[in-house]
């Protein structure tokens, strides 16, 4: 006689069936009552505000683009001269050149 080595074994069986009437049984929660949980008190979060508020103002230095130096095409960032690549009449660093 074939034996079918797919299907499950007869104790397999009674333990998944068991364990889905567990499952139906067992306490459900009321959906109103998590919703109330989740909207619930919201007060404590208010003192968190996650960071300090600071008015100073950033003062940056721009260095202007040096002679050797040209901005790559695909991102944007500047290199040195010996990095070019030109495709298509476009500036490409040789990383992006790939």
Avoid: W
């Avoid at 104790?11 to 619930?40: C, I, T, W, Y």
């Avoid at 300090?52 to 040096?66: A, F, K, S, Y």
């Amino acid at each position: 006689m074939a034996t079918d080595y797919d299907e499950l074994r007869t104790d397999v069986k009674e333990s998944q069936h068991e364990s889905l009437e567990a499952a139906k049984s067992a306490n459900k929660p009321d959906p109103r009552s998590v919703v109330l949980e989740l909207d619930g008190d919201d007060s404590a979060e208010e003192g968190l505000s996650g960071g300090e508020i600071v008015n100073d103002e950033l003062t940056v230095m721009v260095i202007p683009q040096g002679a050797d130096e040209f901005v790559c095409q695909s991102c944007f960032l500047v290199h040195h001269r010996s990095q070019t690549v030109v495709l298509g009449g476009v500036e490409y660093c040789r990383d992006c050149e790939g």
